[in-house]
């Protein structure tokens, strides 16, 4: 049966190179910043309108102040667990880039607001669905997701993105292909804190001892947080932004520090965390105080759980004719979250490209039909899965 389908999946995909642009001009020319409800929502709008012509089931989910999450259903032949394409809808740039600087194309290179991160992904999950849902369906279900807040540490598509990934034979994130050519096999993991100090004011001059400073506080502290760092292991704690104080003249009765830590694992993460919160914990001067406040986390995805997709992917990629292996990154991801569930997870399935969130970003077209029908396979070659 997966050969019947796997051709005629293909042989659609073939010819779809012209639809496969036309629609990705169509999507970066969409401003679509993570805090851009109405553009973020106009690219589901556009998605929606392609997928449900092909009878691909369509389902809105709104969301209030982001973007709404969109998802997809195109049913198996047979039940069973399903396979899981992902995508976010958001940029990081903001509204007004596509009025100076829209799609435009130089040979086979695509330029572009989001053209690689990651547009060109959104469209290639868009046409492995539409080939599935014109074959007949696959052997299994197959859903998809389009979330809009990744770029921000995706507060409200998390829920919606573990929700879809329970029960999941398999979950295929299209971030765009490494420049390398490679596809991601694992990301780190992270978090981002802040961390304010609350001490006493008094005048530099004429009563300097009744003060207690904030800043010496976080100062000690940065020291301590910064000492975190190990290299050989993978974990690194950042301040990268810091701020306090009123005057020059007066002793600092408040500062901030903004930290990011980055990690290989989940374990690494919860172990890094304990120390985090004992150095905030520890008093540095006396009637000082300091509180720590989590922001967006960002969970790794662990090698472990990608290897198994790797080898059918790298399979399906040498029967259409090219070579591809895995590689790690530090950036995070969605595929974080699927993966830390123990869902057998693969990333950086979308078209070859390099320099996102630049004004230099681009996609490699000669890439799409290619990157599709190795996706494709991949989700065949699954039949066989328990």
């Not at 572009?112 to 849902?133: H, Y």
């Not at 979250?337 to 057998?344: D, E, K, Q, R």
Request: hydrophobic fraction near 45%; aromatic fraction near 4%; charge should be negative.
């Amino acid at each position: 049966m997966t050969d019947a389908i796997k051709a005629e999946v293909y042989g659609w995909l073939d010819g779809q190179r012209p639809a496969m642009e036309a629609f990705l001009q169509q999507l970066v020319d969409i401003d679509s910043n993570s805090y851009d409800k109405a553009g973020t929502d106009a690219v589901a709008d556009a998605i929606g309108a392609l997928l449900a012509p092909d009878g691909v089931v369509v389902e809105r989910h709104g969301v209030d102040g982001f973007g709404d999450v969109l998802s997809a259903l195109v049913p198996g032949r047979a039940d069973g667990p399903h396979a899981l394409l992902m995508g976010h809808r958001d940029t990081v740039f903001p509204q007004g880039t596509v009025a100076g600087r829209g799609y435009t194309r130089d040979g086979d290179l695509a330029f572009g607001p989001g053209v690689a991160d990651m547009k060109s992904g959104l469209v290639l999950n868009c046409f492995v669905l539409r080939a599935f849902a014109r074959a007949g369906g696959g052997p299994f279900p197959l859903r998809a997701l389009f979330t809009a807040d990744e770029e921000i540490g995706s507060a409200t598509g998390r829920p919606f993105i573990e929700a879809a990934a329970r029960g999941a034979r398999a979950v295929l994130n299209a971030e765009p292909g490494r420049i390398s050519g490679n596809v991601v096999t694992g990301r780190k993991g992270g978090a981002s804190l802040t961390l304010d100090v609350a001490g006493r004011a008094a005048h530099a001059g004429m009563n300097h001892a009744d003060g207690i400073s904030a800043i010496e506080v976080l100062a000690a502290k940065i020291r301590r947080l910064h000492a975190l760092t190990d290299y050989a292991s993978g974990v690194t704690v950042n301040v990268g932004l810091i701020s306090g104080g009123v005057s020059v003249n007066t002793v600092a009765p408040a500062a901030r520090a903004q930290i990011d830590v980055r990690v290989m694992s989940l374990a690494q993460l919860d172990a890094v965390m304990e120390r985090i919160e004992a150095i905030v914990a520890a008093e540095d001067l006396p009637g000082a105080t300091a509180t720590l406040t989590r922001g967006h986390v960002m969970l790794p995805l662990e090698e472990r759980h990608a290897a198994g997709l790797m080898a059918r992917y790298r399979r399906a990629a040498a029967a259409i004719g090219f070579d591809v292996d895995g590689e790690f990154t530090g950036g995070c991801a969605d595929s974080g979250f699927t993966a830390s569930l123990g869902v057998p997870t693969l990333c950086g399935l979308g078209p070859v490209g390099g320099k996102p969130h630049t004004d230099r970003e681009f996609c490699r077209l000669e890439t799409m039909v290619p990157r599709a029908k190795a996706v494709a396979g991949t989700i065949l070659s699954l039949a066989d899965q328990p």
